[in-house]
């Protein structure tokens, strides 16, 4: 097993839990999952390469190799592992968490930072206890910064991972009623964000990046200044913001000019206008730039070229029924917020006379008691701004427009029927916008669209 440590802490990326990601050199944990246990998979990880397999079952007799390493626990195994790679970590360490966004923000970081200094980051969205514990344990020790998200739906869970990651700057990107089911409130879920910084969990932390635009996320500001944190900066609308937006001027139909305030300056930068309505991401990328010194040139030339990430807005060429559409994907998480965000972009999406655009819609999960209030809001949203070309789909979408009185949002209950009705009424060059919650059938409707075809463009 020393050989195995060694091995882990001295290389990065090499920790897997599925074996169909493994490549030659990686090491395979066996996990327990709900159904079955990782050890039905361990042909296929030698297969593919794998340098070791960690277990704590002993393998079938037939299984004789001595890449197989027996364990008493593969999770208190890969915590310690990932224990001992942060101790041994001299880098910055960045902490995400907020509402929505953190993945986006992690991933804007990465493309931000990494032309010019060392970066290690989670993947995909890997934001709980196990999904922290991997990503420490995949640390490239050499990396200059390190960066992880946090997540949670309940109560504790934020101090569990902070007291884990221990990051020395850390960013909250927004308060929204999200993961209400067991967090209830907003000031809840503030609450819960605000023990990122808190010195009894954390007491690394020096650097706070926090919102500032509704009650609650104030309420964190003052949490902060109460804790006494060396640097704090504020982003959003509020006249208290550290930076500012003072103005945004159009270049042509694809680009955008946004002028910053801050500390006495102004800067400006290009942006893509399909960027705008996640513009905080940008923000909070600019704090951490100033902040940590680094050129800020570097910065501007980088802000045309933002990529989004998949499900996340992501702009897909795709062919469906023979015809060539634009595909936005925002099918991977939905809140209240976010759906307004998403219908306004909708709204102000400019087409030409000869196309049109479709906005599909599905469930906002885990908001409590108080989703079909949520929903309902959320049609009278669209109802007020005219919108055509509206598809929702899931029971709290149907239960909410049977109290409403509006023939234009269309209902499907199934994924088949929303591309049967697609079929006979889009054209080339269409657009076709898509969000919902994960778990959501327009999660499933996304996937179908780009299986489709998807064209690299």
């Not at 970590?89 to 993945?103: A, C, L, Q």
């Not at 969205?125 to 344990?137: D, E, M, P, Q, T």
């Not at 960027?275 to 909070?284: A, F, R, S």
């Not at 807005?313 to 060539?324: Q, Y």
């Amino acid at each position: 097993m020393k050989k195995v440590k060694e091995y882990l802490i001295q290389n990065c990326n090499k920790v897997k839990i599925n074996s169909k990601d493994i490549f030659r050199g990686d090491v395979f944990f066996a996990l327990a999952g709900n159904n079955t246990h990782g050890n039905r998979y361990i042909v296929e990880a030698i297969n593919n390469g794998a340098k070791y397999i960690i277990t704590d079952i002993q393998p079938d007799k037939k299984l004789r190799s001595q890449k197989i390493l027996l364990v008493k626990d593969t999770i208190k195994y890969l915590f310690k592992l990932a224990t001992l790679k942060r101790n041994l970590f001299n880098g910055n360490v960045i902490g995400i968490t907020g509402s929505v966004g953190k993945t986006s923000v992690k991933e804007n970081l990465k493309y931000f930072l990494s032309p010019f200094i060392k970066i290690s980051a989670s993947i995909k969205s890997y934001n709980n206890f196990l999904g922290v514990i991997i990503s420490l344990a995949n640390i490239d020790l050499a990396s200059d910064f390190a960066i992880f998200e946090m997540g949670t739906n309940n109560f504790s869970e934020i101090k569990e991972l902070t007291s884990i990651i221990k990051p020395s700057q850390i960013i909250i990107t927004n308060i929204f009623p999200t993961h209400l089911e067991k967090l209830i409130s907003t000031r809840n879920i503030a609450l819960e964000k605000a023990d990122i910084f808190n010195p009894l969990y954390n007491p690394n932390v020096e650097t706070a990046i926090l919102p500032s635009d509704n009650i609650d996320e104030k309420m964190i500001i003052k949490l902060a200044k109460n804790q006494k944190i060396p640097n704090i900066f504020t982003f959003g609308k509020s006249s208290i913001s550290s930076v500012k937006i003072i103005n945004i001027i159009k270049i042509n139909d694809d680009f955008i000019k946004i002028l910053l305030h801050y500390k006495n300056q102004v800067y400006d930068f290009n942006l893509n206008r399909n960027q705008l309505y996640k513009i905080n991401n940008v923000l909070i990328c600019f704090l951490i730039f100033k902040h940590n010194n680094f050129n800020i040139d570097k910065f501007v030339s980088l802000t045309q070229h933002i990529p989004l990430q998949e499900g996340r807005g992501l702009h897909n060429k795709i062919i469906f029924n023979d015809k060539k559409l634009n595909f936005i994907d925002e099918s991977y998480n939905a809140s209240p917020k976010t759906m307004k965000i998403c219908i306004n972009y909708f709204n102000d999406l400019k087409i030409k006379k000869n196309q049109k655009k479709f906005l599909i819609l599905g469930d906002m999960k885990e908001l409590g008691h108080k989703a079909l209030k949520f929903h309902i809001e959320l049609l009278n949203y669209i109802d007020k701004k005219k919108l055509e070309n509206v598809i929702i789909c899931g029971e709290l979408m149907r239960l909410a427009l049977n109290k409403l009185e509006n023939d234009k949002i269309l209902f499907m209950f199934k994924v088949n029927s929303i591309i049967k009705y697609l079929k006979k009424t889009i054209n080339d060059d269409d657009f076709i916008i898509v969000k919902g919650s994960h778990s959501s059938l327009t999660n499933q409707l996304s996937k179908e669209l780009l299986k489709k075809g998807k064209l690299n463009v």
